[in-house]
Nanobody
């Protein structure tokens, strides 16, 4: 499975971005997808995830109500819609994939990773 993340950029606080994660090799219909982020000097942290079935989603407390994974995206592309962005959301954002419906917050439970896309939010 190969994942390609895109859509990052520079945005002012309060703005919005939509990140994309395109999969090749297998379609997303056969595995779940997660978004993680890593700021300089910090560990990689869970942001949001959607189960393989698409019925379940999970979000970190820090992004609840602001970030959304749409459930109706195409099979081989998933998105992370980010609204009301804050400077503390600045990080390198990664998409990841795994088999099964569990959504784990630990990066170690996700075997496939994209290369990351930079999100910078200015104050």
């Amino acid at each position: 499975v190969q994942l390609q993340a895109s859509g990052g950029g520079l945005v002012q606080a309060g703005g919005s971005l939509r990140l994309s994660c395109a999969a090749s090799g297998r379609t997303f219909g056969t595995y779940g997808m997660g978004w993680f982020r890593q700021a300089p000097g910090k560990e990689r942290e869970f942001v949001a995830g959607i189960s393989q079935s698409g019925r379940s989603t999970a979000y970190a407390d820090s992004v609840k109500g602001r970030f959304t994974i749409p459930r109706d995206s195409a099979e081989n592309t998933k998105y992370l819609v980010m609204n009301s962005l804050k400077p503390e959301d600045t990080a390198l954002y990664y998409c990841a994939a795994r088999d099964g419906n569990a959504i784990y917050q630990s990066p170690n439970r996700w075997p496939w990773w994209g290369q990351g896309t930079q999100v910078t939010v200015s104050s």
